[in-house]
């Protein structure tokens, strides 16, 4: 008889003490489904005694005819089971050493998700579903569709917004960018290794061995040797001459090429300006329409940055520019471009064919570094669950690409044709909030926060993040912050506390920006003119919404570039019992 024997060590979560009562608790709130069918009797009482003695084995036996495993992954495919819900909040109380408790697990998740909206989602009704499943920013790729499309898209989430009491969803607007494209075709041409291709620069050409590009100094970007990758790497072909108008090419991998398809060259970038002039035209929609954040793409060198930057201050927009670093060109100047920017985003689709397949793990990691030292933004993109566009479960590598990315610190993952153009949208959404959540639940908390490096050296409020962090973090509270300009809810966010900071806000626009940072719960409320009376009116709120309970405490932070109430205080940390 087969026999599959899995053994894993539970994190140091499990292991307080303070945590054993919990840890029973889940026990009994397991659903049948979920232990008893993966784990005997023996197994089961096995893996109880041994969280309680820290550093244990679980051994998971499955006979030969292996019982699918369907964990709920869509508000809609399975009736809402109590019992799974209340097991998922038991789980995620192991990791998160605040007592209060957010009566909806959406919120509770603390990396943020960020859907790509397209055909498949692009409905009032889905942008309702999507917000209600666990998405936290509303991407629109500007690649696709045209204004009038993504306007309704923006309406749509901006009237979500105005309606919905405990939630809030950020716009971001992802530039198309300079990006290289195959021209139409009347038909799919099927290309075949070995096969000589033509792309050429002469405009609408379209046939069995020549295709159209859309840019005009491709010829002189590429070279005899070079390796063209066709969607990301799904087909390649290698140059072997070219004329001034052509670039002839042998099939390497072949495949299926449809119109408009991306073209890259492998170690190389487009000697093309990274915004172009729909970009800027795509900018200015966006400053229009107040959004949040433009994703900018195939950023090379932080001096575009300073200009988008510029021109934004120029018309007077408050939106934060995420860098996507998905070009090769991009790499020698990480620092310099993070540096300049508010976050940045690892876009792997581009990245994976600029550069080497194998060094976008490599990178993610990195720039996630690069990002937390600095207290950056950080999205890590692509492919996170790429066969759910028409599969109804992920791939279990997708599932610990979620996992991993959640361990390295992201602010946010990000789910693009999944969402867009996918048969499952809120499947994906479910699970990538299921898998965060349990990942999150694992990750140590308690510890002393590590330091932020240069990036606010010296600053007070620097000082008073990293205090409160590691009073929340001692006595096992949230945070709860005020904030007019939402800085000090950032700094505070890149310090991971082990609870919940729920970040107070008078202005409706910082509250739908805090929406994307890591463990940030933005609350809207009007400041009072006292500082205590404003005070207790959040812990009430608090309260009545079911976050904190009573009798609990929390650490109180006000403090920031601009305090709020100068003449009472400028900066405190207070623990204060609700
Ligand atoms: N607004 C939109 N309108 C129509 N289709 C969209 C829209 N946004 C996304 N899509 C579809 O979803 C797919 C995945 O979205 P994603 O944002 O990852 O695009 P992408 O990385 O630019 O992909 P591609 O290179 O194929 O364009 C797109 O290829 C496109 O088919
Ligand atoms: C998101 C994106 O643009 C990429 O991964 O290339």
New binding site residues.
């Given amino acids: 008889m087969a026999q599959v024997v899995a053994t894993r060590s539970i994190q140091s979560s499990f292991s307080s003490p303070s945590h054993g009562s919990l840890q029973s608790q889940v026990e009994k709130l397991k659903p049948p489904s979920l232990a008893s069918k993966v784990l005997g009797r023996n197994e089961r009482s096995n893996s109880c005694r041994a969280v309680r003695v820290n550093m244990p084995q679980i051994i998971a036996r499955r006979s030969t005819r292996a019982e699918p495993q369907v964990l709920p992954v869509s508000p809609e495919d399975v009736p809402k089971s109590e019992e799974q819900e209340q097991y998922l909040q038991a789980i995620q109380q192991l990791g998160d050493t605040s007592v209060g408790m957010w009566s909806k697990p959406t919120v509770r998740r603390k990396t943020k998700i960020v859907c ?4 498949s989602t ?1 409905t009032r009704e889905m942008i309702w579903k999507l917000a209600e499943a666990g998405m936290n920013v509303a ?3 500007m ?3 045209d204004h009038a ?2 306007q309704k898209v923006i309406d749509l989430v901006k009237e979500y917004n105005a309606q919905s009491k405990d939630n809030v969803i950020a716009i971001m607007l ?1 530039t198309k960018g300079p990006e290289v494209r195959s021209g139409d075709l009347p038909q799919p041409i099927m290309l075949k290794p070995g096969q000589e291709f033509t792309f050429t620069i002469q405009r609408g050409v379209g046939t069995a061995d020549c295709v159209s590009v859309n840019y005009d100094d491709f010829v002189n970007d590429v070279e005899v040797g070079d390796m063209l990758l066709v ?2 790497g799904m087909m390649s072909l290698q140059v072997k001459s070219k004329t001034e108008e052509s670039v002839k090419c042998e099939v390497i991998d072949g495949g299926e090429l449809k119109s408009r398809r ?1 073209l890259n060259v492998r170690g190389k970038s487009a000697t093309l300006p990274s915004i172009t002039e729909k970009d800027w035209d795509d900018i200015k929609f966006g400053v229009d329409n107040n959004i949040d954040f433009y994703a900018v793409s195939f950023v090379k060198d932080a001096a575009v940055v300073h200009e988008l930057k510029n021109y934004l201050k120029s018309c007077g927009a408050d939106i934060h520019v995420i860098v996507k670093i998905e070009s090769a060109d991009s790499i020698p100047n990480l620092h310099s471009i993070i540096t300049a920017s508010d976050g940045a985003m690892v876009a792997r ?1 581009d990245l994976g064919a600029e550069l080497p397949i194998e060094e976008v793990p490599l990178l993610q990691e990195e720039i996630i570094n690069i990002c937390r030292s600095m207290g950056k933004a950080v999205i890590v993109a ?1 492919n996170m669950l790429e066969s759910m566009i028409v599969h109804p479960t992920p791939t279990r590598a997708e599932v610990s690409d979620i996992a991993i990315a959640v361990r390295e610190g992201a602010d946010a993952v990000m789910l ?2 999944e969402t ?2 996918g048969k499952f949208p809120l499947k994906a959404v479910k699970v990538m909030h299921t898998v965060s959540l349990r990942t999150e639940a694992t990750i140590v908390g308690g510890e002393t926060p590590t330091n932020l490096g240069q990036a606010f050296k010296n600053h007070m409020s620097e000082m008073f993040a990293f205090h409160a962090t590691m009073m929340s973090n001692t006595l096992g509270t949230s945070i709860v912050v005020f904030t007019r300009t939402g800085f000090m809810a950032i700094l505070l966010s890149h310090y991971r506390p082990s609870g919940t900071i729920f970040a107070f806000t008078n202005d409706k626009k910082i509250q739908q920006r805090l929406a994307s940072y890591q463990g940030v719960c933005p609350i809207y409320m009007e400041f009072l003119d006292c500082a205590e009376e404003t005070f207790t009116s959040a812990l009430s709120l608090l309260q009545k919404q079911g976050m904190v309970k009573e009798g609990e405490q929390v650490a109180l932070v006000q403090s920031g570039r601009q305090p709020i109430w100068r003449l009472q205080s400028t900066h405190n940390i207070q623990v204060r019992k609700v």
């Avoid at 790509?116 to 055909?119: E, F, L």
Wanted: charged residues 15%; aromatic residues 0%.
């Fill in positions: 790509t909206i397209g055909p692009n991407r629109m790729n690649s696709h569709g499309s993504h992802d969607d990301g991306h689709g692509t693009s044709g867009a153009h």
